[in-house]
């Protein structure tokens, strides 16, 4: 993907650049990111509210359903949008070799734990309605298994079905913030990667 300037430089980042310089790019290039992207984020958007709505709106029974499909919709999210950006050429491929993954693990998982915590800072603040919806819900959903009246406007559950969509779609793309500070952290491995075979060979 390019900046508004220039191309990604293809170099070995340090974990802190990786994560820093990836924001970045996420914040310069996010009418493109968007403009390719918004239609799948649409679908996204639905899965999400659909896993919402099972434990919220129907039984508090389908947590576990619910939670798996919105673990697989996040994990088919990032690797479509990333496929998607790809085919736009906005991420260049980068193959690594057999087994570096292991090699960089801990840059990999370091990076990665630090754009996870900031996908729950962002979610935490992008989703208080849903949460709130969701908890009324749920209260609403326990006590009418226990014989209590649901105690809910009759509307509530089409407004619950609308915040949940809406707040997904927002979702979507603070999950894919993770997307470049990950994709520098490939190209770092891959440069460093072939640092290494370039010396071996010069050495030999």
């Not at 970045?24 to 009418?31: E, H, I, T, V």
């Not at 639905?46 to 947590?63: N, R, V």
């Not at 630090?114 to 609403?140: M, Y």
């Amino acid at each position: 993907m390019d900046t508004e300037k220039k191309e990604i430089e293809m170099k070995v980042r340090s974990s802190q650049a990786c994560i820093r310089e990836g924001y970045q790019l996420y914040s310069a290039n996010f009418r493109k990111i968007f403009h390719a992207t918004w239609w799948l984020a649409i679908g996204f958007a639905l899965l999400t509210a659909a896993a919402q709505a099972l434990p919220a709106l129907i039984s508090p029974t389908l947590l576990l359903p619910a939670s798996v499909l919105a673990v697989v919709t996040v994990a088919a999210w990032i690797g479509v949008a990333k496929w998607r950006l790809k085919k736009m050429q906005m991420l260049k491929p980068v193959t690594l070799r057999y087994g570096s993954w292991l090699i960089h693990i801990g840059k990999l998982l370091l990076v990665a734990s630090v754009c996870l915590v900031i996908v729950a800072l962002l979610a935490l603040l992008t989703t208080l309605p849903t949460v709130i919806l969701i908890t009324a819900n749920w209260q609403s959903q326990v006590g009418m298994m226990f014989g209590d009246p649901s105690g809910m406007p009759e509307n509530v559950k089409w407004l619950s079905i609308v915040v949940f969509t809406i707040a997904g779609f927002i979702q979507a793309y603070v999950w894919l913030t993770m997307l470049l500070p990950l994709y520098l952290v490939k190209i770092s491995m891959y440069m460093q990667d072939k640092e290494k075979d370039e010396f071996n060979k010069k050495t030999i």
